[in-house]
Every structure is written in structure tokens, then in C-alpha cells.
Nanobody
Framework: QVQVVESGGGLVQAGGSLRLSCAAS????????VGWYRQAPGKQRELVAG???????NYADSVKGRFTISRDNARKTGFLQMNSLKPEDTGVYYC?????????????????WGQGTQVTVSS
């Protein structure tokens, strides 16, 4: 079963830090493009940060300079380091990843969403 699972969310005071992880499991060959999205109560899901296969990151203007996205293919895991957190960063954070994986002897690709992890920043 191929899937991605987020972890690392929690409750933190404004100005604090959290590190989110997105671990791919199954017969994973590689974790390619990774995106982190968040959904605040009553709002649409939005892209917070993404990293492409060649390592090029992109960030929403609201998190530039505070968040850092990375990917470790050896560990089949993506990360989102969040510093200087603000109350407006509160929401459920979702990982989306393009994975290459083995199905029998065949190498396949697919796009996967995690179940989300709650981040709450208190003022």
C-alpha cells in the first residue's frame, strides 16, 4: 500500500517553530515533487510551499522567509520547517507528493495526499 503520512503538527505559541514531515511508505523508488498545503477553518486549501524534482522551491508570499521546504530521498520523506509562526498560520497542513514506486516488477508513478496534521498557533 503506497501512501504518505504527515506528522509534526501541534500547538505552539506565536514566534515558535514546528517541523512537519511527510513520510512515503510502500515500495517507494523515489519521492519527486512535494507540496505542502494548508486549510484554515472556513477557507479553501492553499499551497504553502512546493519543491520540484530538481530541488527548486517555491513559497506563498505569506510564508517566504519563514518556512523552508525540503526533501530527503534516502528517507523517502519531505519536510516543512516552519519558523516565526503566526496565528494566521493555523490550519490543517496536507502533504501532496508525486511518488515513483514498484508494483511487482513495474515502476509506476502516482500522486498522493496525506491525511493532514493540525497546526495551531496561539497569540
Amino acid at each position: 500500500q503506497v501512501q504518505v503520512v504527515e506528522s509534526g503538527g501541534g500547538l505552539v505559541q506565536a514566534g515558535g517553530s514546528l517541523r512537519l514531515s511527510c513520510a512515503a511508505s510502500g515500495r517507494i523508488f523515489s519521492i519527486n515533487d512535494v507540496g505542502w498545503y494548508r486549510q484554515a477553518p472556513g477557507k479553501q486549501r492553499e499551497l504553502v510551499a512546493g519543491v520540484t524534482t530538481d530541488g527548486s522551491p517555491n513559497y506563498a508570499d505569506s510564508v517566504k522567509g519563514r518556512f523552508t521546504i525540503s526533501r530527503d530521498n534516502a528517507r523517502k520523506t519531505g519536510f516543512l520547517q516552519m519558523n516565526s509562526l503566526k496565528p494566521e498560520d493555523t490550519g490543517v497542513y496536507y502533504c501532496n507528493a508525486d511518488l515513483a514506486y514498484w508494483s511487482g516488477l513495474n515502476l509506476r508513478t502516482g500522486n498522493y495526499w496525506g491525511q493532514g496534521t493540525q497546526v495551531t498557533v496561539s497569540s
